[in-house]
């Protein structure tokens, strides 16, 4: 007789993508006699309205970049251990949503410590270095990432870089009628459930989890033109937010009009960096290939491309 599994699935999604992500993973754990899974999901303190106000959704740039989230409800946990977590979560401005963080950031989530936990990911495409920020805050807790999947959005950038925040300001997830649909595509989220099989079968033969669950599953896709363009990027969020911080101390107007002076040069940043970055990539692939090559193994690990 094999011992009862206890899981725990903590999430937050604000338009229900991430949920029918996560949904869509646990179907195959669902009706197993060996396994409980108890989902949680996150209620911040004061809600977060969808659609996003314009400047309320850049407002929350320099908080989510720098760790500082707003506050959340206390879970309500069933037990002190679980065999497993998940965590399922969103990227806001590369970084783990605020909610996300907030539970990572709270006494509850001690419960990882010598835990494995698995990260799902459901964003437009950037979620390299909300990744990190992600794998620094389980090492500190004592947790053992050991998969990660990753969903991102069906068009490619440019298109996704106009259709994600039509959704987001006007909650429509097809905003413009002569481009594709914004967010993760049906096919996509269905196939979450691959990875749902594949662990609920490695219970079911009592394998050990660990790194090797998801390998050679195609759990993630790294993309090579993407690497440099969040370094960047998170570098200038990182050096904006703090001053955007300091600016809000002084006072909450004097950070509106440093916040709109920004999301001018966001604009232009996006517009020339991401292809930039792309072109000098490109020309200096034959020179970077071995680096390039060690880095999407990296950002890829621990389930692989
Ligand atoms: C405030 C905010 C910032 C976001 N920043 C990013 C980002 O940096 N990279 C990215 O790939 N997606 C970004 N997204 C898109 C989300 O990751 C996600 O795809 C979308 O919000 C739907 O997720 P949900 O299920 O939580 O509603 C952002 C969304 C929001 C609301």
């Known amino acids: 007789m094999l011992k009862t599994k206890n899981i725990l699935v903590v999430s937050y999604s604000q338009t229900g993508q991430l949920s029918r992500l996560t949904e869509n993973f ?29 400047t309320t959704f850049f407002n929350q740039f320099p908080e989510s970049v ?18 497993l977590v998940i965590i399922a979560y969103s990227v806001w401005f590369l970084s783990p949503s605020q909610p996300i963080t907030a539970f990572l950031q709270s006494e509850q989530a001690h419960i990882l410590k010598d835990t494995p936990v ?7 495409n950037m979620w390299l270095m909300a990744q990190e920020k992600m794998k620094k805050m389980l090492t500190a807790l004592g947790a053992n990432l050991i998969g990660n999947i990753v969903k991102t959005d069906q068009s490619n950038s ?59 599953m195609g759990a993630v896709k790294i993309d090579e033109k993407l690497m440099m ?11 904006w937010g703090k001053l955007l911080l300091k600016c809000g101390q002084i ?17 232009a940043l996006i517009l020339t960096v991401v292809p930039l970055s792309a072109l000098i990539k490109r020309l200096l692939k034959p020179l970077l290939k071995e680096k390039l090559t060690r880095q999407k193994r990296y950002f890829a690990e621990p389930s692989g491309e």
């Open 118 to 124: 698995i990260t799902l990911i459901g964003c437009r």
């Open 26 to 54: 646990l179907v195959p754990l669902q009706n197993q006699s060996n396994i409980c899974v108890e989902h949680c999901v996150i209620k911040p303190q004061k809600p977060y309205l969808f659609p996003w106000k314009f």
């Open 251 to 267: 006072s909450p107007r004097f950070r509106r009009v440093v916040l709109y002076f920004y999301i001018l040069f966001l604009i």
């Open 229 to 239: 363009s969040e370094k960047v990027g998170h570098r200038s969020f990182y050096l």
């Open 66 to 83: 720098h760790l500082r989230p707003a506050p959340i409800e206390p879970l309500q946990l069933q037990w002190k251990n679980y065999d």
């Open 158 to 216: 440019w298109v996704s870089f106009i259709t994600t925040p039509a959704w987001m300001f006007s909650g429509k997830k097809r905003y413009f009628s002569w481009l594709p649909s914004a967010g993760i595509s049906d096919v996509e989220i269905q196939d979450m459930q691959r990875f749902g099989e594949k662990l609920s079968h490695t219970f079911k033969q009592n394998i050990p989890l660990d790194q090797t669950l998801f390998q050679n």
